[in-house]
């Protein structure tokens, strides 16, 4: 009788482990929340920075299969992929703003054996706030004829506290510049820039370039690209003849 005790006690304690093992589960958890947001940027010469702590908060072995950016703009680096009950690691990234102005939003999706809740997704947050801005970045020449001068304008704006000194201009493909450099911009102001070209010989797509050096550190280059459709000169429509009058005698 004892060790038909025994034998049902040890038959007991292997179920309870069978079914503790059985619901054990790894939990992702993303410290301090899902998003990422670097707040008001005004310095983009440089790609934003960043990481964030994952933890595995369950009691088994949290395994991450993948981290992947939405988009090419964005890089990642996770310092470790296994991370037992407890144990944390770093997911550090970087995004490249490019031409971006105004509200920015990527994310990282990261893959893991955390089921159901296996997919996470790592929002990254900021409001690119430029102190110079072009206004139009990109320009265009509509009509533009082969021969025939076709202009529009630009502005440059100066969103900060300090005048900004415009120095000089470098153009291509025949774009001209109608504002002479050297000339400053006062803090929050804005100076138009004409800007014209005459129609290439040849017709087809047309794209150049005006590159505005500036004396700020942060911007020392400002960018406006141009673009137009290059058609043939409309012929003029020959002169219309005098109606020719009846000939002959009267009655």
């Not at 503790?20 to 920075?49: C, H, M, R, Y």
Request: hydrophobic content about 40%; proline content about 8%.
């Amino acid at each position: 009788m004892k060790n038909f005790a025994q034998t049902l006690a040890s038959a007991a304690l292997v179920l309870v482990v069978a079914a503790t093992s059985a619901f054990a589960q790894p939990k992702v958890e993303i410290k301090g929340g899902d998003t990422f947001d670097w707040g008001t940027v005004n310095d983009v010469s440089k790609p934003l920075a960043g990481q964030v702590e994952i933890k595995n908060v369950g009691d088994k072995d949290l395994l991450i299969y993948q981290t992947k950016p939405a988009c090419g703009c964005t890089s990642d680096a996770l310092d470790k992929g296994t991370l037992k009950p407890g144990e944390t690691t770093m997911l550090r990234f970087s995004v490249n703003v490019g031409s971006t102005t105004g509200q920015l939003l990527k994310s990282i999706t990261v893959t893991t054996n955390a089921a159901p809740d296996s997919v996470k997704v790592v929002f990254l947050k900021a409001n690119i706030q430029r102190l110079l801005t072009v206004d139009p970045q990109f320009i265009s020449f509509y009509p533009l004829w082969i021969g025939k001068e076709s202009a529009t304008t630009a502005k440059i704006k100066n969103n900060s506290k300090e005048p900004v000194k415009v120095l000089e201009f470098t153009v291509n493909n025949g774009l001209t510049v109608g504002k002479k450099a050297p000339f400053t911009i006062p803090a929050n102001g804005e100076v138009d820039i004409p800007i014209k070209v005459v129609g290439p010989a040849q017709a087809g797509p047309f794209y150049g370039t005006v590159l505005a050096k500036t004396d700020n550190k942060v911007y020392p280059l400002l960018e406006i690209r141009a673009y137009g459709d290059i058609k043939p000169a409309p012929t003029p429509a020959p002169a219309s003849s005098p109606a020719m009058l009846p000939t002959g005698g009267g009655q």
